[in-house]
């Protein structure tokens, strides 16, 4: 398959593959969504195969591939990580990758700076103290391993995101993590709000996660106080609805934009991303066995999306302003939640039922929505 191939009408160009490379992590962490095989030893608990990995790139740039995103599990155990890299790099792609920077060297962070199209690396550290990220993460040492990992790859030229999960045994290093993020040499700092699914329902039950109305809370003091009194740029990942007028106007909300991404799952299945491993309905065929065309094309789950997000999003998420930009904000938590891919988003729901959800942000305080997401008086979506 060669050159672009014309999409019928209502058929995106398929931009980004969400690659989840191994079924295992040499991490135990509290929250993951996806939980993966602890992998003390070090192996995979099984990865994607190289070969299929190949023909879903070459299958996907003529329907407009443009970047792909190896995690996983953690990226960093497959054994055949380089060919990977390389592999993009040959195609003329552009490369994002999330790890936890355990395994990281010298070596690796100096050949993926000078051979490869890398453009942003995220790692995750989630407190400023050993005693805090180890726990969490379920492994002693990590938190050494990891540090030393982000610094090999500031060292090769890096500027890394610093990912922090955000829990009630952390928030009070968050400003201290920040400075140490600084002087590391970091390009910026996330902070993640975690999904109420896979290992994160344990945390639930022994009420480890943060209520919305602290996660609220939070993400004003981050993006109205924290922020200005530091030099690294800050994100919280709220939906759009939620995020400060400085934050909207630099085009910073966060926004998926699942109707252009495609999972490829460790066993080579195609899936709407990681939740395929837990969802099978949400898987979509195999690399190898199903073409992709066909599938991007006809898939029956990709068809109701393209029709039904956002028109048909449910709850508050069907009034809310950002809803053509958000299209839910994770539509894979949604259907985990409610087994609905039109379901409203569990944060914005709770923050609806607790009263802190803004409502200058929801259609009623608005004169009216055009229905190709534009708006005919957009001041309303930028009120604070």
Same mark, same amino acid.
């Given at each position: 398959?060669?050159?672009n191939l014309v999409l019928p009408e209502g058929v995106p160009p398929l931009t980004q593959y969400y690659v989840y490379m191994t079924n295992g992590c040499n991490l135990a962490?509290?929250?993951?969504?996806?939980?993966?095989?602890?992998?003390?030893?070090?192996?995979?608990?099984?990865?994607?195969?190289?070969?299929?990995?190949?023909?879903?790139?070459?299958?996907?740039?003529?329907?407009?591939?443009?970047?792909?995103?190896?995690?996983?599990?953690?990226p960093l155990l497959h054994p055949d990580f380089l060919r990977f890299v390389d592999l993009i790099k040959d195609k003329n792609l552009s490369l994002t990758i999330e790890t936890?920077?355990?395994?990281?060297?010298?070596?690796?962070?100096?050949?993926m700076k000078e051979n490869s199209t890398l453009r942003h690396i995220s790692v995750s550290v989630d407190g400023a103290s050993k005693e805090t990220h180890d726990s969490f993460?379920?492994?002693?040492?990590?938190?050494?391993?990891?540090?030393?990992?982000?610094?090999?790859?500031?060292?090769?030229?890096?500027?890394?995101?610093?990912?922090?999960?955000?829990?009630?045994?952390?928030?009070?290093?968050?400003?201290?993590?920040?400075?140490?993020?600084?002087?590391?040499?970091?390009?910026?700092?996330?902070?993640?709000?975690?999904?109420?699914? &896979?290992?994160?329902?344990?945390?639930?039950?022994?009420?480890?996660?943060?209520?919305?109305?602290?996660?609220?809370?939070?993400?004003?003091?981050?993006?109205?106080?924290?922020?200005?009194?530091?030099?690294?740029?800050?994100?919280?990942?709220?939906?759009?609805?939620?995020?400060?007028?400085?934050?909207?106007?630099?085009?910073?909300?966060?926004? %998926?934009?699942?109707?252009?991404?495609?999972?490829?799952?460790?066993?080579? %299945?195609?899936?709407?991303? &990681?939740?395929?491993?837990?969802?099978?309905?949400?898987?979509?065929?195999?690399?190898?066995?199903?073409?992709?065309?066909?599938?991007?094309?006809?898939?029956?789950?990709?068809?109701?999306?393209?029709?039904?997000?956002?028109?048909?999003?449910?709850?508050?998420?069907?009034?809310?302003?950002?809803?053509?930009?958000?299209?839910?904000? %994770?539509?894979?938590?949604?259907?985990?939640?409610?087994?609905?891919?039109?379901?409203?988003?569990?944060?914005?729901?709770?923050?609806?039922?607790?009263?802190?959800?803004?409502?200058?942000?929801?259609?009623?305080? %608005?004169?009216?929505?055009?229905?190709? &997401?534009?708006?005919?008086?957009?001041?309303?979506?930028?009120?604070?």
């Amino acid at each position: 398959m060669s050159g672009n191939l014309v999409l019928p009408e209502g058929v995106p160009p398929l931009t980004q593959y969400y690659v989840y490379m191994t079924n295992g992590c040499n991490l135990a962490c509290q929250h993951c969504w996806l939980s993966p095989i602890y992998q003390p030893k070090g192996t995979t608990g099984g990865h994607l195969d190289f070969d299929l990995f190949r023909i879903a790139v070459e299958e996907a740039i003529p329907l407009g591939l443009q970047n792909v995103k190896l995690t996983g599990g953690e990226p960093l155990l497959h054994p055949d990580f380089l060919r990977f890299v390389d592999l993009i790099k040959d195609k003329n792609l552009s490369l994002t990758i999330e790890t936890n920077a355990t395994l990281m060297t010298s070596a690796l962070a100096r050949y993926m700076k000078e051979n490869s199209t890398l453009r942003h690396i995220s790692v995750s550290v989630d407190g400023a103290s050993k005693e805090t990220h180890d726990s969490f993460r379920g492994v002693p040492g990590s938190f050494d391993k990891t540090i030393t990992g982000i610094k090999m790859l500031v060292e090769a030229g890096f500027k890394p995101q610093v990912i922090m999960s955000l829990h009630n045994g952390n928030i009070d290093e968050i400003e201290d993590l920040v400075e140490m993020a600084q002087d590391w040499g970091a390009g910026s700092v996330k902070f993640n709000l975690i999904q109420p699914s &896979g290992r994160a329902q344990n945390m639930a039950e022994h009420k480890k996660m943060l209520d919305v109305r602290r996660m609220v809370d939070l993400g004003r003091w981050v993006e109205y106080d924290l922020q200005r009194r530091v030099s690294i740029n800050l994100f919280y990942s709220w939906p759009m609805a939620f995020h400060s007028l400085n934050r909207l106007l630099e085009g910073n909300g966060d926004a %998926c934009g699942i109707l252009n991404i495609m999972g490829i799952l460790a066993n080579g %299945c195609l899936a709407l991303c &990681g939740i395929g491993i837990e969802i099978p309905e949400l898987t979509y065929g195999r690399l190898g066995k199903d073409r992709l065309v066909d599938i991007w094309r006809d898939n029956q789950v990709l068809r109701q999306l393209r029709s039904d997000l956002p028109a048909k999003l449910e709850g508050v998420c069907q009034s809310c302003l950002f809803k053509w930009q958000c299209l839910g904000s %994770c539509v894979a938590e949604n259907y985990h939640q409610f087994r609905r891919l039109t379901a409203p988003f569990w944060f914005c729901m709770q923050a609806q039922e607790a009263g802190v959800f803004p409502e200058k942000r929801v259609v009623s305080t %608005c004169e009216s929505a055009k229905s190709d &997401g534009t708006f005919i008086d957009s001041s309303f979506a930028f009120q604070q």
